[in-house]
């Protein structure tokens, strides 16, 4: 695969130091980590100039630091080349870092794909499944790009409002975007949805659920 006729080699995409892999060269498996495993597994990946790349739980079983390096390094990679990549992930922090879009299967079926940024908006029944962990009280979800915390405060303010903050994720590697999931009272929520229309920020009602399946 060739990106504006120049080869992953000639971009240096597959260059050992950019990979983080070059003290790792004279070393054998047993003497590396599970981070370095899987860069080198990417390395290796990349030398056939995949047009796909796959990678099944790339950061299952590392901690949390080696985890967002390798997220980052995926990112970096997608940036560079505009190869696709395909994660496949038990962790839903994974898909809110990297992927712009996003499917969710259950029992082999496909129960829900889209935008990662709608999907996590808008919440259909497949992932808050997925997060039962979650109060199913929230009744409003909305995405704030900037200065989240600042406009938070003001469409409270202006409305005169009692909100409980349910859940807050980041969604990009960058944490510029972030995702509440929030219960307002229910005869302002029309309210609430023409405010944040009017300042464009992206929001959606939610509707509850009785009971989330195990």
Not at 62 to 85: A, R, V, W, Y
Not at 158 to 176: A, F, P, S, T
Request: charged fraction near 25%; glycine fraction near 4%.
């Amino acid at each position: 695969m060739e990106i504006e006729g120049k080869s992953f080699i000639e971009m240096n995409i597959v260059d050992a130091d950019k990979l983080g892999i070059k003290n790792l060269l004279e070393k054998y498996p047993y003497e590396v980590s599970g981070g370095q495993k899987q860069r080198v597994a990417i390395a290796r990946a990349l030398t056939m100039e995949p047009k796909i790349l796959l990678c099944d739980e790339a950061t299952s079983a590392l901690d949390p630091k080696t985890s967002e390096s390798i997220l980052k390094l995926l990112k970096d990679i997608n940036d560079k080349t505009g190869i696709t990549i395909i994660v496949v992930a038990h962790q839903l922090s994974v898909i809110r870092d990297i992927c712009t879009h996003m499917a969710i299967l259950e029992n082999g079926y496909l129960a829900n794909s889209g935008k990662t940024i709608e999907v996590f908006v808008n919440e259909p029944e497949a992932l808050r499944r997925l997060q039962a962990y979650k109060s199913n009280e929230a009744n409003l979800s909305i995405v704030f790009q900037k200065n989240h915390s600042i406009e938070l405060s003001q469409m409270i303010r202006d409305l005169n409002l009692d909100v409980n903050i349910i859940d807050m994720q980041h969604i990009g590697i960058d944490k510029k975007t972030v995702h509440y999931t929030v219960h307002v009272p229910n005869e302002k929520l029309e309210t609430c949805m023409e405010w944040l229309e009017k300042k464009k920020i992206y929001a959606s009602r939610l509707k509850g659920m009785e009971q989330i399946d195990a």
